[in-house]
């Protein structure tokens, strides 16, 4: 595993955020960052034509896996407030980023997938992290989905 400093990780999650505002622009979505310690979502994504809005939490890696720390953000599934999507992005060789888009209740089977759950109340300690190649066929680039969301 790759081992960062905290301006390291500072900035790949700063790359990761402003690659997916990048990402919804070539499509013609309004998305912002968020700003601060103590927020609730990394990018804000909204439609001014139909007036809905989503939140999207983003996780930047480096690496063949990513920190989620779901289930200890998220102890029920009720659990607010939660984001309306998540957003993994690879940073890989040359600087070459792959997304993959998930809703959170995709978010949530593939972290219980992962931790071998079949239930929440399988919670079990340690810190939550997916596997890069978990996501990959099914999640990869999915924007469609975002984009119907906020329709």
């Not at 989620?68 to 607010?80: L, W």
């Not at 995709?106 to 219980?112: F, K, P, R």
């Not at 759950?117 to 939550?128: A, F, L, P, T, Y």
Request: net charge positive; charged share 20%; hydrophobic share 40%.
């Amino acid at each position: 595993m790759i081992k960062l400093t905290t301006d390291e990780k500072h900035y790949l999650n700063l790359a990761g955020e402003y690659g997916v505002c990048s990402e919804l622009a070539k499509r013609g979505i309004m998305a912002n960052l968020t700003f601060g310690h103590h927020k609730a979502a990394d990018v804000l994504v909204v439609n001014t034509n139909s007036k809905k809005a989503v939140i999207v939490e983003v996780k930047t890696t480096r690496s063949n896996r990513v920190v989620t720390s779901f289930f200890q953000k998220y102890k029920t599934p009720t659990t607010a407030p939660a984001p309306d999507f998540w957003i993994i992005v690879q940073i890989g060789e040359n600087n070459l980023s792959q997304f993959y888009i998930l809703s959170h209740q995709e978010m949530a089977q593939a972290q219980m997938q992962r931790n071998k759950m079949s239930e929440w109340k399988e919670v079990k300690g340690g810190v939550d992290n997916i596997l890069i190649e978990q996501l990959e066929s099914t999640y990869k680039n999915n924007w469609q989905k975002l984009l119907d969301a906020i329709a």
